[in-house]
């Protein structure tokens, strides 16, 4: 497959560790270095594995990671004496509580601008298509971020069995293929589960040309990917701000 994506959803290696940190729901105070490690170099390995744009603050991350990782590893007697000094993990523990504090003031200042528009909100047309996804803005829902989808993704990797990785697939998937599919999928229905389209695959490269598909989606905000329960299943639905009414569409042919 000769495929490569460029994208410009990526967060940044301090996103990553959060994310880690709360999906296994860790003391942020007691990091447990080696697991998380051991997490973050698998998660650089799929972004690598899929030739996803990997910028250099993430690779000084993994080597900071590791540089903490030996010294929690010394041995009992020059641990000891470590202990008298302050915590390697001390430092990255303050850029990450520092960190977190300032996504959430930028979340709160979202949520102010997202209720300001809500005071003059356009009445909603009707869709003479059917039913559309539901509308989530009442409710309480969690917007799938890059590390959710890679999280997705290598699940689905490891839940095709390992004798398909052997076998010789007739059928040759493009992305170009995979993305139409989604999209006419979405026609029909107006949400898919993320693992519902992993579990109707038959290869280790279908699984990666369907993930490549929805990255190349979010890309193109067609889509909206959330969560119901936040580090659960992945829904996919169109973007409605991208869809063209139907009104529209004559029009827009005609242009």
Known sequence: MDYKIRLDIFEGPLDLLLYLVKKDHLNIYDIPIAKVTAQYLEYINFMQLLDLNIIGEFLVMASTLM????????????????????????????????YEKFKQVAENLREREASQQEVFKRPKAENPQGDQAPDKEEGK??????????????????????EVFYEVVKDQFTVEQKVHGILHLLLVKPEIKLSELFRETKSKMEVIVIFLAILELAKMKEIVARQDVEFEDIIISRNKENIIPYERRDQTRIA
Do not use: G, H, T, W
């Open 67 to 98: 540089q903490i990782k030996s010294k929690m590893l010394l041995p009992a007697e020059e641990s000891a004496v470590l202990e008298e000094e302050e915590d390697p993990r001390a430092e990255l523990v303050k850029r990450l509580l520092e």
């Open 141 to 162: 829902y969690f917007e799938a971020s890059i590390f959710d989808l890679i999280n997705a993704f290598s699940q689905a990797l490891k839940d095709v069995p390992r």
